[in-house]
């Protein structure tokens, strides 16, 4: 059955190859009204849709320039933007993402998958026009995502962690957290299909966000939001299938996934140009307070500052992920879960944290 689409008029799909995507928007047709349009087309063929779904290679520059201004008017007025990758990279994840697209999939997704998702947009309600983002800092959000890319590839294969691309991708999320908020910088990163770049990010964010509410100085906000972007830099060592595996994993695979704090302490410290304080935080983000973490059990005074701080930071990102095969949890659930864990993390902070947590859930543009 057709879904009511009232004041809108159907999914706009934008093409660099309008013939290759008429399967697509055959299936999609099950969903209501499907148009192709070619990156050639002019505003004025946009029309009003309920979802624009993007079906193109990104690596043409100039064609992401054109479509960059074509996609102005759906952006502005909240359009959900899905972005089908026909060649699925993490740089390439990043340019959907800055041209505003909410969702990120790879086209190799089957299309009843597709289908499924996009119907799902269709079904969430646009904002107001009084929630409508008009300042996304989308050129730090790029910058950010690229560089850790660079971050994340440099130490799954071997080179060295430059601490100058460190400094740069935390520059980057300062600046995007500064300009934007945090709830801005999680309505980009949640697009992010790839489970450890998504935490990653969120808990950089997060690290950023907070250590602003907390009025630290600038030179220990850095310190802070780079313990974040590196506390789980050790995952570049896990294999991909633990990584991504969508269900509970086994013993053994747990046993392996652990080992990702002591490998990236390893890996940064052979290399000389990281600070013990942001060593520890990446050893010890998951020692918890009662001594109840790992990978050494440690307990109360043991725990650094940094490292408390990084570790409800990392909690609540893990809480607020999401993954396309589950319901997000909602800020609020997630922050009253830390509130419970109160013998693992210290109160006062968790406490502090409120804001943060508070802010992540609260409109964009509030
Ligand atoms: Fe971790
Ligand atoms: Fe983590």
Redesign the pocket.
Known sequence: MQRIMPDRNGILVISDRPDRSKELARRLSSLGTCRVIGLDAQQNALGLPSVVVIDMDFRQQAAIEHLRELLSAPRQLATPIMAALRNETHLQQVQAAALGASTVLPAKMSYDEISAIIGRMIDRPPPKPSTVRTSVPAENLAEALSQFDTIFCAAGSGESVERVVVEQATASVMAAIAEGGIRQWLDIVWTYDDATYQ?CMLVTGLAAAFARSLHFASNDQEHLVRGALL??V??AKIPHAILNKPGRLTTEELAIMRT??AA?YDLLRQQGQYEPELLEVVLR??ELLDGSGYPDGLSGAQISDPVRLVTIC?IYAALIERRPYKQPMQPAHAFSILQDMNDKLEGALVRAFAWVAESSSAPAHA
């Open positions: 935490h506390h789980d050790g995952k990702h704090a990236g983000h998951h990392d």
